[in-house]
């Protein structure tokens, strides 16, 4: 029998389940009362009828062999509650934590009626018990706790050898902390440079989200619908035979690429799906993915793409989705296996995308051919691009005449593709050339449907989308009018006004559509950080031909290099790198290579 003098650390239990207390009793022992005199004879002690259970949280890392850990706590905060009882130790916010003592942070004891309802507060207690800064025990504890045999009390002295898995660490997210320090470090630090947030200050207005009611009078059958039921060639067949102009809204894609430098976040989209479900309802796609969000998303807005997609989905079922494949790049920036890129398109699909716009930055068709097979493969539809530079109503321009864009335009047709568009990056197709170049492929091509993409960076994208409606394109990109002009794409609002009445009228209501734009026009006061500070269209565009998703990252980039006060000279060097790069298409990544060799320029004089 072992003899101490000093009370065990288990006496904890023995208080709890006899209701005596043990180191009250000790002191008025040692003044000088006896057993008796405190009714502490055997008889007087009453039959236990509960059972209680002990916790040691520790600072010590059941990964690393219980290798005491230490640092200084950030958050301490003990649990509470019925049954639950705490002695603790040196653990309080502020404590630093040495290598020289006892690493006891508390002793929790839980009390109950029987075994498993004492573990099953115990872990409560634990899963409240926040203690940031340094490691714990806690996983193991939990993981003790939660085991069977542990709680029918079948253990031998060699239960922790034959359950290793107790040792496995506990995930905490630590949610509330590292908000506070965010919120901290912007309060104090501000934005952080390498966000690009270098404008003015938000906006401290929310956005009012609107409301918009469907009218149920209506029985059409929604291209999403004829996709869903019937296939890629089904949907094809019903753009080119429906009456009227058909909308891309770029808002969640484009738009924002090129005026916000891509910043735009899921929340704000989430938040006008509704009634954009809607008054959208009768539109071509709505582009929301692809191209530049997808990195931006994970680099910057520390958001999951997939995620993305899948709130947006859920949000809108009724309106095809629409977003940007770089070909064998998928959306990143270099080429990827081909198994990459057929597994990326199916789980695309699977998460609810529907038109997959695939195109090359140099219009090579082989580079395109990975993309179009994959989209294919996964049962999307194949809008193949090709991308439009120079001037076709200017025959001395060079290579990228009327002839060359049917040349590719034959190209793809010939591989199967659903649909046809015209990526217009730098918005160079002016009103007289849209026509032509519409018209000429309409001729030749007259069950492919046209799908047409420009930027309103020199203002003419209004009037070019028009005519090439008037040429016999089927659809148009378009921007909510707070997002679009400049280096976006031309005003939705504009588009669906000047086609009200026509043969070429929309199908949307223009009420509703200017009731959307009442939102994003409070919606984009809080991205004022990330606007260029460009005021207006410049028709310098038809001169350097920078692309529209590139201007605002492009400028941003010019004064982290130093050239801030310079982009006068930046855009006229991207003319230059142009000229010697041998005029080619530029869209990425062959626009980066132009930009960055531009700068370079810039910057050696």
């Given at each position: ?51 209680a259970m002990q916790c040691r949280v520790t ?189 891309t809204d770029t808002t969640w894609r484009d ?343 531009a700068q370079i320029l810039q910057q050696t004089?």
């Amino acid at each position: 029998m072992e003899v101490n003098p000093r009370v065990q650390v288990e006496h904890t239990i023995t208080e709890e389940i006899t209701g005596i207390d043990i180191v009250q009793s000790q002191i008025m022992i040692a003044s000088g009362k006896t057993l008796t005199e405190l009714g502490l004879t055997q008889d007087a002690i009453q039959e236990p009828t509960s059972y209680a259970m002990q916790c040691r949280v520790t600072t010590e890392n059941p990964a690393l062999d219980f290798r005491p850990d230490t640092g200084t706590i950030d958050v301490f905060r003990m649990p509470c509650g019925f049954g639950i009882r705490l002695d603790d130790g040196p653990g309080f916010q502020g404590a630093k934590i040495t290598p020289h003592y006892d690493s006891l942070l508390v002793k929790i004891t839980a009390k109950a009626r029987n075994r498993k309802d004492a573990a099953s507060k115990l872990i409560r207690a634990l899963r409240e018990f926040r203690v940031r800064g340094v490691q714990t025990n806690k996983s193991f504890l939990l993981n003790v706790l939660n085991n069977k045999d542990f709680l029918e009390g079948e253990v031998t002295t060699g239960f922790i050898a034959d359950n290793p898995s107790l040792m496995s660490p506990l995930k905490e997210r630590d949610r509330a902390q590292k908000l506070l320090h965010y919120i901290g470090e912007i309060i104090v630090n501000g934005t952080p440079k390498s966000l690009g947030a270098t404008g003015d200050p938000p906006s401290s207005v929310n956005p009012i989200v609107p409301e918009i009611h469907m009218d149920h009078k209506e029985k059409k059958q929604s291209l999403k619908m004829i996709f869903d039921n019937h296939g890629p060639e089904a949907f094809a067949k019903a753009v080119r035979e429906n009456e009227g102009l058909l909308i891309t809204d770029t808002t969640w894609r484009d738009a924002h690429q090129s005026l916000l430098a891509t910043r735009l976040r899921t929340i704000d989209m989430l938040n006008i799906a509704g009634p954009t479900s809607v008054a959208l309802r009768n539109a071509y796609s709505l582009e929301c993915w692809g191209g530049a969000t997808f990195d931006v998303a994970m680099r910057f807005l520390n958001e999951c793409p997939w995620d993305r997609l899948n709130l947006l989905r859920e949000a809108v079922p009724d309106i095809p989705f629409q977003m940007l494949l770089r070909g064998a790049n998928a959306v990143g920036y270099t080429s990827y296996p081909d198994n990459v890129v057929y597994e990326f398109c199916k789980l695309a699909k699977e998460a609810g995308m529907d038109v997959f716009r695939v195109f090359d930055s140099l219009n090579y068709v082989e580079n395109m051919r990975l993309g179009i097979d994959a989209v294919g493969q996964a049962g999307g539809v194949v809008e193949a691009a090709v991308c439009y530079t120079g001037d076709v109503t200017e025959p001395k321009r060079g290579l990228y005449d009327l002839e060359y864009y049917l040349g590719f335009v034959r190209e793809l047709e010939a591989i199967g593709i659903h649909v046809l568009a015209i990526k217009d990056m730098a918005g160079l197709l002016k009103p007289n050339g849209s026509k032509m170049l519409v018209a000429a492929i309409r001729e030749e091509f007259p069950n492919l449907p046209i799908h047409v993409h420009t930027h309103d960076t020199a203002g003419t994208g209004v009037a070019s989308m028009l005519a090439a409606a008037e040429a016999g394109a089927d659809a148009v990109d378009a921007a909510t009018d707070a997002m679009s002009g400049t280096t976006s794409q031309p005003s939705l609002g504009a588009l669906v006004a000047s086609t009200q009445g026509t043969k070429l009228d929309t199908g949307i209501d223009l009420h509703q559509v200017s009731t959307l734009n009442e939102y994003w026009e409070e919606c984009r006061g809080l991205y004022l950080p990330f606007e260029s500070g460009q005021k207006s269209g410049s028709a310098d565009v038809y001169i350097h031909e920078m692309p529209g998703g590139q201007y605002t990252n492009l400028l941003y980039q010019s004064s982290q290099l130093g050239l801030t006060g310079q982009w006068s000279q930046v855009k006229a060097a991207y003319a230059t790198a142009n000229r010697l790069l041998g005029d080619i298409i530029k869209v990425t990544p062959s626009s980066k290579v132009t930009g960055d060799l531009a700068q370079i320029l810039q910057q050696t004089n």
